[in-house]
């Protein structure tokens, strides 16, 4: 059965902290591993990320895939109150037709 | 612009009644899927179409089915709907691969009274 586990569960930190989020996994067939960002509604997509050792950027956000010991970091730079949500970390397998298979998220709370 | 979109946002049901939420999507890709988000739970895939290929998770319950009558509709129906039933359904496009992109829509909120 193919598995996501998060770390941690939640996390409550100071606005401008650095945060780090983490996911391991162990799947069959592995394709990608997505990052997403869930507010009261459905997902949004952050990073997709395919390769090992090579960082996804954007802006404050940052993502590296190791695809040896097989986990992924999301880095949160001088987190504001609006980077409050549940990250959500996804694997792609495909084994005939893609799916994703979801971890149950980090909750990051962040106070002002 | 190309969407998912789901109806309705919120669904009130009874114990037992049956209830069917739609998803429709404009992006014209072809595998659609239907996860089952409980309160502080990851999203759970249910099922999924590959075009009209029908693929079941193995342990979907028998009380959920879906229909997939053209490329742009999807819907989900729960003939007995539990008290366990209640969640966040979320509907997602994708055009076979992360590399393309999945779509989420907004989700159907069902609560069953």
């Known amino acids: 059965e193919d598995k996501v586990v998060q770390s941690p569960l939640s996390l409550v930190v100071h606005e401008g902290d650095t945060v780090t989020l983490n996911c391991s996994y162990e799947?069959?067939?592995?394709?990608?591993l997505l990052w997403y960002k869930q507010e009261k509604k459905a997902p949004t997509f952050l990073f997709m990320l395919t390769s090992s050792g090579i960082e996804k950027k954007s802006g404050r956000l940052s993502s590296i895939l190791d695809k040896k010991e097989l986990f992924s970091i999301l880095n949160i730079t001088a987190t504001q109150t609006g980077d409050s949500a549940v990250y959500l970390c996804?694997?792609?397998?495909?084994?005939?037709?893609?799916?994703?298979?979801f971890g149950t998220g980090t909750r990051l709370t962040i106070i002002p | 612009d190309a969407m998912v979109i789901q109806n309705p946002r919120y669904q009130v049901t009874q114990f037992g009644k049956p209830v069917t939420l739609s998803c429709s999507q404009t992006?014209?890709?072809?595998?659609m899927y239907w996860y089952q988000q409980k309160s502080s739970q990851a999203p759970k895939l249910l099922f999924h179409?590959?075009?009209?290929?029908?693929?079941n998770e193995a342990d979907t319950p028998d009380n959920f089915q879906s229909r997939r009558p053209n490329t742009s509709f999807c819907f989900l129906d729960i003939r007995s709907p539990g008290l366990g039933d209640a969640a966040m359904y979320l509907c997602?496009?994708?055009?076979?691969?992360?590399?393309?992109?999945?779509?989420f829509g907004s989700g159907t909120r069902l609560t069953v009274v």
């Open positions: 997602a496009t994708s055009r076979g691969a992360a590399l393309y992109g999945y779509t």
């Open positions: 799947v069959t067939n592995f394709r990608s």
């Open positions: 179409y590959y075009d009209k290929d029908f693929n």
């Open positions: 996804a694997v792609e397998t495909a084994f005939g037709n893609e799916k994703l298979t």
């Open positions: 992006l014209n890709h072809n595998v």
